[in-house]
């Protein structure tokens, strides 16, 4: 599986942006995805994740009530919607993938084995 994560860029505070991550392979099905970030100095975080059905999801408390993960299988892409952005949301933000028929939904990097590249999120004041 690959993932292509896209969407980053530079944001001001209150503003609103959205992730992509596009999978693609012969295995990019039944999986379960996780949106994590890292800022500089600091380890990466868990944000959310989402299983392959859409009806499983997760957030990590600092992004609760503003952040929604969402899918679209057709397109074989996750997204992450990011409302009411703050500074502390800078981040490098990555998308995470693990092939999951069962449905569960997992919030540590080590139960993820396929990586995107990372999207480079700048909000400011």
């Known amino acids: 599986v690959q993932l292509q994560a896209s969407g980053g860029g530079l944001a001001q505070i209150g503003d609103s942006l959205r992730l992509s991550c596009a999978g693609s392979?012969?295995?990019?099905?039944?999986?379960?995805n996780a949106w994590f970030r890292q800022a500089p100095g600091k380890g990466r975080e868990f944000v959310a994740t989402?299983?392959?059905?859409?009806?499983?999801?997760y957030y990590g408390d600092s992004v609760k009530g503003r952040f929604t993960i969402s899918r679209d299988n057709a397109k074989n892409t996750v997204y992450l919607q990011m409302n009411n952005l703050n500074l502390e949301d800078t981040a490098v933000y990555y998308c995470?993938?693990?092939?999951?028929?069962?449905?569960?939904?997992?919030?540590?990097?080590?139960?993820?084995?396929?990586w995107g590249q990372g999207t480079q999120l700048t909000v400011s004041s």
């Open positions: 995470a993938a693990k092939r999951d028929a069962a449905g569960d939904i997992y919030i540590t990097t080590r139960r993820y084995n396929y």
């Open positions: 392979g012969r295995t990019a099905s039944y999986l379960t």
């Open positions: 989402i299983n392959w059905t859409g009806r499983s999801t």
